[in-house]
């Protein structure tokens, strides 16, 4: 059975159990208006689906970010400082690593918010995307204390909240094969991948709150990935069992979190 079938029948089963499937966009490294982001806003709008871009604010273009986004159906998160890799020789990169002193960590992350807080007031969702994914356990637990109220990494969440206040909903389909050929893995593969966690869900071995996510790289996609991605999230959508949410139904409201 193909990547699509296999999400299908999952779709499938939700729907007889009587359950809504909920699955939400993250797309990363976003810092300026390109050609290259097109192709994403036209999913967006063929799909009536809200992605949520995540921002490096060292050296993006916040004018020209708020002249082509007001209006175009996005949401925005904050995406790291400056994606740059302070990790010690031998580990994995990583921008805010346990490695590195604290202060300067959190003095990074409030800055980070502060700057897209000023340039996008109605677009940003105080939510750390931190870049490579990975992130020290310390600055975790200082997050909120940094003004943030949600995080987002990749695979199956351990909890609902990373620490009280900070809610985490990660993704769980990258559609690009980083480890390989560094471009777009198919339709097959990202629907493959959404299918394992909606199955993982459904049967209580992943938390069956958390919301599936899509993750997408708009740097490194063509126009061809677009189209194939397009055309699947649109019969995904279809799927009477589905229900494509924004990021602010991820991570807004915070008040129930302990």
Partial sequence: MTGTGTLLRELDRWDAEGLTATIWWRDDDLQRPTPALEPLLAMAEATEWVPGLAVVPEGADMGGLAARLTGAGT??????????????????????????????????????LSALRDAFPELLLPCFVPPWNRIAADLVEALPGCGFRGLSTFGPRQASSAVPGLRCVNTHSDVIDWRGTREFVGSGAVAAALAAHLEARRTGRAD???????????????????RALEALMLEVK????????????CFLPVEDLG
């Fill in 208 to 226: 069956p709150a958390e919301p599936s996510g899509l993750l997408t790289h708009h740097l490194v996609m063509v126009g061809e990935d677009w």
């Fill in 238 to 249: 279809s799927h009477r069992a589905v229900e494509l949410i924004a990021p602010h139904d």
């Fill in 75 to 112: 949401e925005l998160l904050v995406h790291g400082f400056a994606h740059r890799n302070h990790a010690a020789d031998g580990e994995k990169k990583c921008e805010f690593p346990a490695s590195r002193a604290l202060d300067d960590k959190c003095g990074d992350a409030r800055a980070a």
